[in-house]
């Protein structure tokens, strides 16, 4: 959860940085850029998913252990 969380940061951070020089930027980059920003974080969001999904279904998969 921690490394998530510090990913996210690390990425929140980066685009900050890319859009504190965003008045230098014409219109059609800062669509292509919102566009670009709006499927990486849909596709990293559905990723995250489909890994817990399949750490979740690992754990319940497993055979209970009957002494």
């Known amino acids: 959860m ?3 969380l510090n990913g996210d940061i690390e990425a929140f951070s ?3 940085n890319i859009f504190k020089d965003i008045r ?3 219109f059609p980059t800062l669509k292509i850029l919102l566009v ?3 499927f990486l974080g849909f ?3 559905m990723w995250r998913d489909h890994r817990l999904l399949q750490i979740h279904i690992l754990m319940f998969s497993q055979p209970s252990a009957k002494n």
């Open 24 to 26: 230098h930027l014409s």
């Open 2 to 4: 921690v490394v998530e």
């Open 36 to 38: 670009l920003d709006f």
């Open 14 to 16: 980066f685009f900050l």
């Open 43 to 45: 596709w990293h969001q």
